[in-house]
């Protein structure tokens, strides 16, 4: 897996066991945390890939499905478990921080492509029901943390990165650290664009990560981050049926030109992050945090109907949140016993308009609200070693969020359609972890959580206008067995079954004026198994990752088509099975060359699997080589996706009213990239 291997001064790659703090809210080794979770180290300068998707660099933890829709107006489409297989676009069901920070909404609504990669020293991935007690949507719970700054003059650095590739690929970077014991800095900045592997799909971006931290003393510390993230117009070629995916994977639908289908996203994000010890068991931490986003997106129909809400969404939202946490750490007969009480709450208050698409040009209003959402939660975590070989871990969350809409599009024809809904949810969740050996650990976890509608998917109700605000949030109930076991620091093996059944799980009942309406169903199951392998033997490490999912549809139920989903059907999106493995081999400390094959077995495209996205299996090949110019230190590489130009979707927008559930992946594609650091 690029950059996710760490390899000491000679060349020789040996297996260090990450730190991870998102099981238990405390830092301890991955080994220990109760819970599946993952931990992928990341050197921003070594790694042989463009940094400027999650997808390049989260490929083999189990459990988790993370693919690039070639198509940046959408973002990438991320589910763990079988949680936010739905999504159409951005991320539901699947919680993301970065820094701390949360990336995703009160209504659990998140957003991938503000990440910065190029500032990125780990990536953590939580599965199960440990992740419930992050909140609304925390299917799983993805976190991101950047790299901190020098702490020594001696250790300041400036980095250039400059790339390009297939399809027009362009990259250009710059990265900047220094600092003190008591003050330092890192700020990146970078730029990517592309022409697309597909007709009417270029992009491009330009994000600014900067993070400053503050030691006025020893016991305290104060962490300030600025996130800036520009896209605009990045053009959105659309689905393709499965006719029109078999005969040309590159095109785009002739309703994508003309309605000048595409998507501008601009956000200013920044936050403050307070951790203080109070003394040798006590520790507090604290956030706050503000943003403002702007989206204004043509969509490929033109809503002109008096009681649509137009082709054209011109939004603009302000969010912030704050957080407190409270740790001790304590001993009850000399045995360790942490934990951890806090508050949340988080809001966002966006200005939502909709006008008919003239050809890719706002028209009539048809749309104007103001939108909120927001969230109050209270949580307690323990975690209890009560004899040397046992452990046990406890939690619960409970929450509020509740979403209101003030209506200010009131015609004849459209009626005050005001109003407001509170969902409340308590989430307990409790485990056991039995240390049967020093290198091998067992563990069981069982706990509730909840997903509220987002506000898009509460906006529209069946035969009239206005919010669907009876729509229920999702409840659900998981289970997972887990081994961790590790062999001589050089072999490590992972492994965990799980099974999670859903009550009022949202799904689509009908698509009228191209607006996607919701409803409720009982009876989701999601249970499967998921396998990490790492092996170190002299200058070869390997990785490889498994997940089987049976995802599925236990009762059966009728959408507003008229359709009858059969019980037993398989949630649309899931392959069963998902099989990734990498090779990497250093002939000598500076040169590296990596192998990496992943396949997937069919996924269905809709509730009622009617059609399926075939299953594939694709090769990547990368290498890197280290070396000295002058005072510069350089990283020369390259990588070649898809060796073999397989033909398959990479993606599939499940549901999708039009038929057009199939989302191309590029074909054989390279990318070359020069890192020089001073």
């Known amino acids: 897996m690029p950059g996710a291997a ?169 990265s900047a650290g220094a600092g003190t014991e008591t003050l330092g800095a890192v700020l990146d900045l970078s730029h990517y664009a592309t022409d697309g592997y597909r007709q009417h799909s270029a992009a491009k971006r330009t994000h600014l990560n900067a993070k400053v931290v503050a030691r006025p003393s020893s016991a305290t510390t104060i962490t300030g981050v600025l996130n800036l993230f520009d896209q605009p117009d990045a053009q959105d070629p659309l689905g393709l049926t499965q006719a029109a995916f078999n005969q040309d994977p590159r095109q785009a639908i002739s309703q994508a030109t003309d309605f000048d289908t595409r998507k501008s996203v601009r956000q200013q ?74 508050v949340e709450a988080d809001g966002l208050r966006e200005t939502r308009r909709g006008y008919v698409n003239n050809a890719g040009t706002g028209g009539a209003l048809r749309r104007d609200e103001n939108d909120r959402a927001r969230n109050l939660d209270l949580y307690a975590q323990i975690d209890w070693t009560i004899s040397p070989e046992w452990q046990v871990v406890a939690g619960v969350r409970t929450s509020r969020v509740r979403f209101s809409v003030d209506d200010h599009y009131i015609t004849a024809a459209n009626p005050d359609d005001s109003g407001q809904v509170t969902y409340r949810n308590t989430s307990p969740v409790i485990g056991l972890v039995w240390h049967a050996t020093d290198r091998m650990n067992l563990y069981a976890n069982l706990g509730t959580g909840f997903e509220t509608p987002t506000l898009s998917e509460t906006a529209y109700r069946a035969g009239a206008t206005g919010p669907n605000l009876s729509l229920r949030a999702s409840k659900s109930l998981q289970g997972e067995i887990g081994m961790k076991l590790r062999i001589d620091e050089r072999y490590s093996i992972d492994a965990a079954i799980f099974d999670a059944r859903s009550t009022d799980e949202i799904v689509p009942l009908t698509v009228e004026n191209g607006r996607t309406i919701f409803q409720n169903v009982d009876g989701v199951r999601r249970r499967g198994a998921e396998l990490a392998i790492q092996a170190t033997e002299g200058n070869v490490t390997t990785r490889v990752g498994y997940t089987w999912l049976d995802a599925r549809f236990r009762n059966s139920f009728t959408n507003g088509r008229s359709a009858i989903i059969a019980a037993g059907n398989r949630l649309p999106g899931v392959p069963m099975h998902s099989l990734f493995g990498d090779i990497e081999y250093r002939p000598i400390a500076p040169l590296s060359f990596g192998v990496e094959a992943r396949a997937e077995s069919k996924a269905y495209v809709n509730d009622v ?63 070359i990239g020069l890192r020089t650091l001073f």
């Open 6 to 174: 760490v390899h000491a001064q000679q060349g020789v790659p040996k297996q260090l066991e990450p730190v991870v703090v998102s099981a238990s809210r405390t830092e301890q080794r991955m080994f220990d945390a109760p819970a599946a979770i993952d931990a992928v180290s990341l050197d921003p300068f070594r790694t042989a890939s463009p940094l400027v998707n999650l997808s390049e660099v989260l490929p083999a933890v189990p459990g988790l499905q993370i693919r690039n829709r070639e198509n940046y107006a959408q973002d990438l489409q991320i589910s763990v478990r079988g949680f936010g297989t739905r999504s159409t676009f951005g991320v539901r069901g699947v919680r993301i921080l970065i820094d701390g920070i949360p990336a995703t909404m009160p209504d659990g609504q998140g957003q991938a492509s503000t990440a910065s990669l190029a500032s990125a020293k780990r990536i953590e991935v939580l599965r199960g029901p440990a992740a419930q007690l992050y909140g609304n949507a925390a299917g799983g719970v993805l976190q991101v943390f950047t790299r901190d700054p020098p702490t020594s003059p001696e250790d300041s650095y400036q980095s250039v990165t400059l790339g390009a590739g297939s399809y027009g690929q362009r990259q250009i970077g710059f």
């Open 269 to 342: 994000q920044t936050g403050l992050v307070l951790e203080h010890t109070l003394s040798s068991e006590d520790a507090i931490s604290g956030r706050i945090y503000a943003g403002k986003r702007k989206i204004f997106q043509t969509l490929a129909f033109s809503g002109g109907a008096v009681t649509s809400s137009g082709g054209v969404i011109d939004l603009d939202r302000d969010y912030g949140g704050v957080g407190l946490q409270w740790t001790r750490k304590q001993r009850i007969d000399r045995m360790l016993l942490n934990w951890t009480v806090g």
């Open 609 to 671: 699997n009617s059609d399926a996205a075939p299953g594939y299996a694709v090769l990547n090949l990368r290498a890197g080589y280290e070396f000295n110019a002058g005072p510069a230190r350089m990283f020369l590489f390259g990588r070649i996706d898809n060796v073999l130009d397989r033909h398959y979707a990479g993606s599939v927008i499940v549901n999708d009213g039009n038929g057009r559930f199939f989302e191309s992946a590029a074909g054989r594609r390279l990318f």
